[in-house]
């Protein structure tokens, strides 16, 4: 049997943001993509998945304080959310809401999966049904 060498394997590529692909920068208080896409398919869908897991756990979150009779603020999101990079960003680059969204999302406490495709939709600038034809699976045709 043979066996392949490591120097055969397609190397994989680095991630600085190490949790979504899509590169956002911030310009004062807005967060705009900061380059351009070679896969836009493949950047939304690799990020779907952490910003949908992020905004669920911000909903039982939210669910949980107000049932301790506690409203929560966006700086306890802010505060408790900080590892969720794709939501709200570290250091190094924003992540995909900004203050007014999740200010938005507290007052609303909208479905986690439709406002992630909103979050995405307002980042890349393409229409909810765009982003929402970009995430289903493709199948072949036969």
């Known amino acids: 049997m043979a066996s392949k060498d490591k120097g055969d394997q397609k190397p994989k590529t680095e991630n600085p ?3 979504y692909r899509a590169k956002l920068v911030r310009r004062g208080e807005a967060i705009v993509l900061g380059g351009r896409s070679n896969d836009t398919v493949g950047d939304l869908q690799s990020d779907y998945e952490p910003l949908f897991w992020s905004l669920r756990e911000l909903e ?3 669910s949980q304080r107000r049932s301790q009779q506690v409203t929560p603020t966006l700086a306890d999101v802010k505060r408790d959310f900080c590892d969720q990079h794709i939501l709200v960003g570290d250091g190094t680059a924003p992540g995909y809401a900004t203050d007014s969204d999740l200010e938005e999302f507290l007052k609303a406490n909208p479905a986690p999966g ?4 909103e979050l995405m939709a307002r980042r890349w600038r393409l229409t909810l049904s765009t982003i929402e034809t970009n995430l289903k699976p493709h199948r072949k045709k036969k």
């Open 60 to 62: 039982q979150y939210v």
């Open 114 to 117: 439709k406002f992630a495709k």
């Open 17 to 19: 943001w190490e949790h």
